[in-house]
């Protein structure tokens, strides 16, 4: 855009100069000047239908709807001449015909467009003596509840569901003033980014179905933190009144989620009330869990501790874990010379190469980073269901076909992709496909792979159902192989890109939290404790994947949820859910995050790195750190990375991928998602009774 | 106008007739590859004329398939159109302009008589061969007041020649289109036309009398 000639207009006498393209509307907010809008948003289509941006510009005739007309050279605008104040108060007075009176029993009362721009330009009465217009209400799902005679037909929601979400199901039926926002025939939106639109309505008309009632706006607390539903890092904003989550919205992330959020991450806070653990539980002679005190807790833990040598003593990291809590686990199982902990899910490949060594960080990140993929001129999914494990990457690989019409090329099982409204090609279901691209003999693969070497920004993404298999490091090779082929490795752009599903997964692996010499994995420790080859287990929220039987081990489970985990262990300590603590999580792109406390864990639990270091004390082997402060400088000095929050560190030569150079027979079953059901992925969805609603609905098709 | 909704009723299915379907696949033919959903409404239409003037539901997801189109922005496409009825209607469908002219040349008129041959408007008359309604101006102002009977326009009526239509249309005789007050087209009604110096004219008009 740099070398278009810029268009010079002339805002309210402030001279601006802007790129062609640019709207009249964003001309006024680069000369800072606040244009009122419903129906216009940044992140949407025009359309140019609520009429509330009316600005007027010299040589117009009339006042001029600023959203729909570009900018032009030479224009003058006037956007505070009384004029102007007339005629967006007769669109005021329009809107407000049919809007009803009932801001106080509304839930968008207090963060409301429509109320606040009111005080603006409304008047104080109105001269339509009719009767109000009055629509019925639309079940659009168990997500957003709709008031539908509040709804002033600006269409932001239809737009949003079509062009963003990628799933057309909203829609105006019916025209002029009777004219309906539902879905066809009423059935539930399927989008998993449908609670986007209670954000994007301007008024009361869309809202949030579990939020309704429960609070008001003015009257919340708001924390700004980041999500841990996937492995996105999404920037989150938690709202609280005293000690309770009222509801979790997006804050507004360029980088990361842009201003979206997945329902899952924002309907979730339900499932932080139910189910907690807020007491120790210890296992009785009668094999039932009866609460206890702290003490008596790390009592039973000492005592079974002290005879089982540090071989047979293993860890494991499940999907929820922040990286202090990690750090903390992975020094404590260090200073007691245990070699078996890891942080993966079992048979994953990442981070350890067929020695046994450490590989460099890059073998491990989404590098082109999450904006990159705006970048990318040829995309490849292997293995990556990416609207089940990450619905908003979703959003943005649908944006980047979109706006450039980028090929798509998915290889995985048919079953665990469900359709996106982006043209794809599929290429196969699993490693025989991703073969025929490195050396391609059909057809339809040679003008793939034709493509991937003529793009300039290819890029690969390489999902956790390619991995997690007993085959996965030759998968992993094969995929770096061919991402080297085709130049994804150039010094410019890094298109080699692994989609973690786990929000725990890349700080474990930063911070080394993998078997060391002689030690078992994750499916070798679960193995271990069926056989009896692991005699003491501490699992750091894990609640997947747990073994059959448990031959005689002792089982710690630290989480804060009572699922499968802590119904396995023989101690349960309770701790500190992601809302709860401050602790560090790192993204899938290796962004380092701070989550901010934004209230306090129930009843007995405690952060989870203070319950180790107290741990710790017990087994006879002191954590050198004594706050959060020290405990994260010893991560910095384990991982310098840890030190630069929020920002992407770019990659230096030494960290760019490496394979691990495995042998071993390929199969050939079908990539097949690790994420079964989108809604009920990690304990806190489990306990969540709305995610149990929408994934009743959502596997009944 | 007022809220339209789907019937409650609705038939199991729909599928277009071996015919149609030709002719649907023809009209596709005339847009650019991908751009079929532009046929949307020819391709509504004739689905209504199929299920005897009515738009069923189950014909509105068969043409968004058809087309490969969501089927919410075919049901759009079905509310915001009057033209497509969202419910049963009888065989003759009967269209009173109420715009002004039609209006000042008697459509009350019409209007009662409508009201005792046919019934309420927007329902079914019981012998089911008619349904009436009011519409907006019909853009034959000339020939006021005007009914549209399905596709015909049937022009310069009083109640009398309307009853006349009426029962002749019951009695299933096809009934001439146009005026029926003798006018060919819009030609004054005194049967000369307005230029009587101008010889030639007349001599027109008389030519296709």
């Known amino acids: 855009m740099s070398d278009a000639k810029q268009i010079n207009l ?3 006498g402030t001279k601006v100069s802007v790129d062609p393209g640019t709207t009249v509307l964003q001309a006024c907010e680069v000369a800072g000047r606040e244009i009122p809008r419903f129906c216009y948003h940044d992140r949407l289509s025009i359309a140019g239908n609520c009429r509330m941006c009316l600005v007027e510009i010299e040589k117009a005739p009339k006042p001029v709807a600023s959203c729909a007309m570009p900018a032009a050279d030479g224009m ?163 709202d609280t009144r005293g000690q309770e989550v009222m509801r979790i919205l997006p804050r507004t992330f360029d980088a990361i989620n842009e201003e979206w959020l997945s329902d899952k991450s924002r309907f979730i806070w339900d499932g932080l009330k139910n189910q907690r653990l807020d007491k120790c539980y210890l296992r009785g002679e009668d094999n039932r869990l009866r609460p206890c005190r702290w003490e008596q807790a790390f ?153 991937l070497d003529v793009a300039q920004r290819p890029m690969l993404i390489l999902g956790q159902g390619a991995l997690n298999r007993i085959d996965g490091a030759k998968i992993y090779d094969m995929a770096l192989a061919l991402a080297q082929q085709t130049g994804m490795l150039g010094p410019e752009w890094n298109g080699f890109n692994i989609l973690h599903t786990n929000a725990a997964q890349v700080a474990g692996l930063d911070l080394d939290f993998l078997p060391r010499q002689g030690g078992l ?82 009843g007995d639990a405690r952060e989870d790195w203070t319950i180790l270091r107290r741990l710790s004390d017990v087994l006879g082997c002191r954590l050198p750190y004594d706050d959060a402060f020290a405990l994260q400088q010893s991560m910095i000095s384990q991982a310098p990375h840890f030190a630069e929050r929020d920002q992407l560190v770019p990659l230096s030569n030494a960290e760019k991928p490496e394979p691990v150079r495995a042998s071993m027979p390929l199969r050939d079953d079908p990539f097949v998602s ?19 609603q929408c994934s009743r609905l959502a596997n009944k098709k | 106008m007022s809220v339209r909704r789907l019937a409650v009723e609705q038939p199991d299915g729909f599928e277009f007739s071996r015919e149609n379907l030709e002719w649907a696949n023809a009209q596709l033919k005339k847009y650019p590859d991908g751009r079929g959903q532009s046929a949307v409404l020819p391709l509504l239409w004739r689905a209504q004329e199929q299920c005897g003037g009515w738009l069923p539901e189950p014909a509105i997801r068969y043409i968004a398939e058809l087309l490969n189109m969501p089927h919410i922005r075919v049901y759009e496409i079905a509310t915001f159109y009057t033209m497509f009825n969202l419910e049963s209607v009888g065989k003759h469908l009967v269209q009173v302009c109420k715009t002004t002219p039609c209006w000042l040349r008697g459509s009350d008129e019409l209007e009662r008589v409508c009201f005792e041959e046919i019934g309420k408007p927007e329902s079914i008359s019981p012998d089911g061969n008619f349904t009436w309604r009011r519409v907006e101006c019909l853009g034959a102002c000339v020939n006021a007041p005007v009914v549209q009977i399905n596709a015909d326009f049937h022009e310069d009526l009083n109640a009398q020649s309307f009853r006349t239509l009426l029962s002749q249309l019951r009695a299933g005789e096809t009934v001439a289109a146009g005026s029926h007050a003798g006018r060919h087209a819009s030609e004054p009604g005194s049967g000369e036309d307005g230029n009587a110096n101008d010889e030639q004219e007349t001599l027109h008009f008389n030519g296709f009398k």
């Not at chain 1, 997500?143 to 949003?160: D, S």
């Not at chain 1, 009257?219 to 938690?238: F, K, N, P, Y």
């Not at chain 1, 059901?677 to 149990?692: E, G, T």
């Open chain 1, 521 to 602: 994995d994750s499916a070798g420790i679960r193995k271990g404790v069926t056989d009896g080859g692991i005699e003491w287990l501490y699992l750091l929220g894990v609640d997947t994947h747990l073994p059959q039987q448990n031959k005689n081990a002792f089982i710690i489970y630290q989480g804060s949820h009572g699922d499968a985990g802590a119904a396995f262990a023989d101690v349960v300590l309770p701790a500190a859910a992601y809302t709860e603590k401050s602790a560090t999580f790192v993204n899938t792109e290796g962004r380092v995050q701070s989550a901010k406390r934004a209230l306090f864990p129930p």
């Open chain 1, 76 to 238: 003058i605008v006037h956007t505070k001449t009384p004029g102007v104040h007339k005629a967006r108060k007769g669109v005021m007075e329009f809107l407000l015909i049919n809007h009803p009176l009932d801001c106080p029993i509304c839930d968008q009362g207090g963060e409301c467009d429509l109320q606040d721009q009111a005080v603006a330009y409304g008047t104080d009465g109105s001269r339509f003596a009719e009767n109000k217009r009055a629509v019925e209400d639309k079940y659009i799902g168990p997500l957003i509840k709709t008031v539908m005679t509040r709804c002033i037909h600006c269409t932001r929601c239809v737009r949003f569901a079509c062009e963003v979400a990628g799933t057309p199901e909203l829609g105006a039926a019916g025209r002029g003033e009777d004219m309906e926002i539902t879905t066809y025939l009423e059935h539930a939106m399927t989008s998993e980014l449908s609670g986007n639109v209670i954000d994007l309505c301007p008024v009361g008309a869309l809202t949030s179905k579990p939020y309704a009632f429960t609070a008001r706006s003015w009257e919340l607390e708001h924390t700004q933190s980041v999500d841990v539903m996937d492995a996105l890092g999404s920037a989150i904003r938690i």
């Open chain 1, 10 to 12: 002339t805002v309210d």
């Open chain 1, 299 to 451: 009592e039973y833990i000492e005592a079974n501790t002290r005879d089982v040598p540090p071989e047979k003593r293993a860890a494991l990291v499940g999907d929820l874990a922040c990286a202090e809590s990690i750090a903390a686990l992975g020094d404590l199982m260090r200073s007691m010379g245990a070699p078996h902990l890891d942080c993966r899910e079992p048979l994953s490949p990442l981070g350890r190469n067929a020695e046994g060594g450490r590989v460099r960080r890059g073998s491990y990140l989404f590098n082109s980073s999450i904006a990159g993929i705006d970048d990318a001129d040829a995309i490849l999914l292997v293995g990556a269901d990416v609207r089940r494990e990450a619905a908003l990457l979703d959003a943005r690989l649908r944006k980047n076909w979109r706006r450039s019409g980028t090929t798509i090329g998915v290889i995985a099982s048919t079953t665990s992709v469900p359709p996106r409204d982006y043209e794809s090609v599929r290429l196969g279901e699993g490693a025989s496909a991703l073969q025929q691209l490195i050396e391609p003999t059909s057809e339809d693969a040679r003008r793939f792979r034709n493509l």
């Open chain 1, 674 to 692: 690790t994420v079964d059901d989108f809604h009920l992925s990690n304990v806190v969805a489990r306990a969540s009774a709305v995610m149990a």
